[in-house]
T-cell receptor
Framework: KQEVTQIPAALSVPEGENLVLNCSFT??????LQWFRQDPGKGLTSLLLIQSSQREQTSGRLNASLDKSSGRSTLYIAASQPGDSATYLCAVWRGGGADGLTFGKGTHLIIQP | EAGVAQSPRYKIIEKRQSVAFWCNPISGHATLYWYQQILGQGPKLLIQFQNNGVVDDSQLPKDRFSAERLKGVDSTLKIQPAKLEDSAVYLC??????????FGPGTRLTVT
């Protein structure tokens, strides 16, 4: 059974810092990995999707990497801003029929002004 | 393009009552998912539909939860009777192929 772990569970940093969120998964037989953002009381917003054949994806100040063989992904946020405060969720997709996403518990991020 | 729509956004009920949630997926998306997100946890898949057929309902508590997707479009998720531990956000997602899933805003259920 696939298990996804996110470290740290919570993080508070001053504005302007670069930071790294970590995600690990137990079964490397994945098709892709997604990073989502969730604001309080809201649904999920997809940030980045990395196919299993890719090593990284970038969008603006966000960069996500994937090491499928070691079962790890990182989300790098450059020059953090207060608006980045949210919960960040990592999810893996196995594909092939019964293919719901398996999520981690998330990292609750607070950027201090 | 309109996103995934869900209603209601919030619902408060007493335990042992029944409740229903509605989801309208993105037009043309064949696959529809219902997830349950308990506070402090990641979303957990409850049921997956492909058109109007069930693909995976292995984590759906079938003694109290039911779901249907008539005509392969809209879907409803029902809880009857509700328990305190059902308090959660219920998220609906849709996808054309499963490769990338698009989530609705969710319904926050509080059972008192």
């Amino acid at each position: 059974k696939q298990e996804v772990t996110q470290i740290p569970a919570a993080l508070s940093v001053p504005e302007g810092e670069n930071l790294v969120l970590n995600c690990s998964f137990t079964d490397s037989a994945i098709y892709n990995l997604q990073w989502f953002r969730q604001d309080p009381g809201k649904g999920l917003t997809s940030l980045l999707l990395i196919q299993s054949s890719q090593r990284e994806q970038t969008s603006g100040r966000l960069n996500a990497s994937l090491d499928k063989s070691s079962g790890r992904s990182t989300l790098y946020i450059a020059a953090s801003q207060p608006g980045d405060s949210a919960t960040y969720l990592c999810a893996v997709w196995r594909g092939g029929g019964a293919d719901g996403l398996t999520f981690g518990k998330g990292t609750h991020l607070i950027i201090q002004p | 393009e309109a996103g995934v729509a869900q209603s209601p956004r919030y619902k408060i009920i007493e335990k042992r009552q029944s409740v229903a949630f509605w989801c309208n997926p993105i037009s043309g998306h064949a696959t529809l998912y219902w997830y349950q997100q308990i506070l402090g946890q990641g979303p957990k898949l409850l049921i997956q539909f492909q058109n109007n057929g069930v693909v995976d309902d292995s984590q759906l508590p079938k003694d109290r939860f039911s779901a249907e997707r008539l005509k392969g479009v809209d879907s409803t998720l029902k809880i009857q009777p509700a328990k305190l531990e059902d308090s959660a956000v219920y998220l609906c997602a849709s996808s054309p192929t499963g490769y990338e899933q698009y989530f609705g805003p969710g319904t926050r259920l509080t059972v008192t």
